[in-house]
């Protein structure tokens, strides 16, 4: 329990505050603040603790001869672990105006205070343990050298553990504000950046880390191939490796070896996690860059790649949600577009150059996902108009041309029971696609900024595609003639701000139609 080693004892320094040598063979030792007015007790106190040890740790003295030098001290060296503390000296009450000062205007209910005094009724011993935070009370005359050793053990005994239930505090909280962030996120990648952005805080480990994932069926047939998501630090530049002849032998090895035995490991100043799901998933954390992990670092770990586990697996379920639901909105309007005999592409084309205006326009990374995915239904209510008008080749007449423009009621009618973002943002669009700035527009008659934004910017996008493209009544207009209406409509049919957007980025619209050309 207590050793004797070269104990960290200073005779020949200065007393007061704490010479460059001291700080120096000092850093591994307990501190212990000696709070007297007389130069004896001090002396007394060092000789008769001179090779006192706990734990393979000497001490380091501090020393004070007054409230004011105590206060001055304890402020400067918070991670003193032990204070004897007179209660008389340049005031009948300095000790005990010391103590109120540590607990309540310092915050420091950490460092555990024995008073001493040489004048008990001066501050009678239950007074002063029931209203002040101190941890013993001694009479001088009753420290002898065994009590004061055991004193100084049990004191330093309760230090480290209340210490050590602090760091375990700080870890849960850093744990639970890490895993509730990286709950939030949506994507492999983010969440594999985010895991390493919040291993790295939660142990203070250095910029060096990087977090790989691969299936069950991939390590047994391919062989231990990894698809790197995210890196930081020196791994950096392997954040595209796919293939193991990519990454660093030393990381290759680590990684391959916890796939391996299916368990963690820890090697040096290294930590590899090994972490499989349910659905046969294996994802692999390699960190390194931190000295003597500790076991309770090495369970914050675990305790937090658990919960990245969980959260992996749910981003998993939640992109396949997202994907069937993506799949289902395009068939909804390629559905739309094939009875009108119109080309499947044109929806997604619509859903390309309306998330680049939404984009340019500044909307959110959010509004503008809802918005590409909603345009792609802004035909959606066609589907409830008769093919003998649909796809009539003349002109339509005013009836009929009446009946067509119900299609934009029509998606509400067909969708409005549903209370999904992307279906609600969809109803609007298709209501709204074919109302114009200037009022002139249907089926409400619109003006202005009464026109949501998300169809002000889809009514752009559908004109230009549907224009260039052949239909039932008419060839494809020329591009030119394309934009030369676009101008025209400029504040008439169209918000003149999404027509200055749209010319500004023309090249990039332009891609898009070749790219995804029938």
Avoid at 233 to 258: H, R, S
Avoid at 468 to 490: C, F, K, P
Wanted: aromatic share 6%; with cysteine; proline share 3%.
């Amino acid at each position: 329990m207590v050793e004797s080693p070269e104990a960290v004892f200073f005779a020949d320094e200065p007393e007061g505050s704490v010479s460059p040598r001291q700080q120096a063979v000092g850093k591994g030792a307990w501190k212990v603040l000696v709070v007297d007015d007389e130069e004896e007790v001090h002396a007394v106190t060092k000789l008769v603790l001179a090779d006192f040890s706990y734990e393979n740790k000497g001490l380091l003295f501090l020393h004070a001869y007054s409230g004011k030098e105590a206060r001055a001290l304890i402020a400067e060296h918070p991670d003193t672990a032990i204070i004897f503390l007179d209660v008389v000296m340049e005031k009948n009450d300095a000790g005990l105006e010391v103590v109120r000062h540590i607990r309540e205007e310092l915050k420091n209910s950490f460092v555990r205070i024995i008073l001493r005094t040489g004048q008990p009724g001066q501050a009678p011993a239950e007074k002063v343990i029931i209203e002040y935070d101190i941890n013993d009370y001694k009479e001088k005359t009753e420290l002898t050298a065994q009590k004061l050793f055991t004193t100084m053990v049990a004191s330093l005994r309760s230090y480290r553990d209340i210490l050590t239930i602090d760091a375990n505090r700080k870890g849960l909280e850093k744990i639970i504000d890490a895993a509730t962030y990286i709950c939030r996120l949506r994507s492999i990648k983010n969440l594999a950046s985010g895991v390493l952005t919040q291993l790295v805080s939660i142990l203070h480990l250095s910029e060096n880390a990087l977090y790989c994932q691969t299936s069950g069926i991939a390590v047994a047939n391919l062989q231990g191939n990894f698809k790197m998501l995210a890196a930081t630090g020196a791994y950096e530049p392997y954040i595209d490796a796919e293939t193991k002849g990519d990454l660093p032998d030393n990381v290759l090895d680590c990684v391959q070896q916890v796939t391996t035995l299916k368990k963690s490991i820890c090697l040096d100043n290294r930590y590899i996690g090994y972490f499989c799901s349910e659905r046969g998933e294996e994802t692999v954390i390699y960190l390194e860059g931190w000295r003597d992990l500790s076991v309770l670092d090495r369970r914050m770990i675990e305790v937090f790649c658990s919960n990245v586990q969980v959260a992996y697996e749910n981003v998993l379920l939640n992109q396949e949600i997202e994907g069937t639901q993506k799949e289902i909105i395009y068939t909804l309007g390629q559905l739309a577009e094939m009875r009108s005999l119109e080309t499947g592409n044109h929806v997604h084309r619509v859903a390309e150059y309306s998330r680049l205006l939404a984009e340019k326009h500044g909307l959110s990374q959010r509004e503008v996902e809802v918005i590409r995915l909603a345009s792609s239904m802004h035909d959606v209510g066609k589907v409830a108009i008769p093919d003998a008008i649909l796809n009539k080749t003349g002109p339509l007449s005013p009836a009929e041309f009446e009946v067509m423009k119900t299609h934009t009621i029509r998606a509400q009618e067909m969708l409005g029971l549903s209370d999904r973002e992307i279906v609600k943002a969809a109803i609007v669009i298709a209501m709204q696609h074919h109302e114009k700035f200037d009022g002139s527009g249907y089926p409400k008659g619109l003006k202005g900024e009464e026109i949501h934004i998300s169809a002000r910017i889809t009514a752009i996008a559908d004109v230009f595609d549907a224009l260039g493209s052949d239909r039932s009544y008419r060839q494809a207009w020329e591009m030119e003639a394309i934009l030369d209406l676009i101008r025209t409509e400029r504040g008439a049919h169209f918000d003149p701000v999404l027509v200055d957007l749209f010319f500004e980025n023309i090249e990039a619209i332009l891609a898009i139609k070749i790219t995804l050309a029938e």
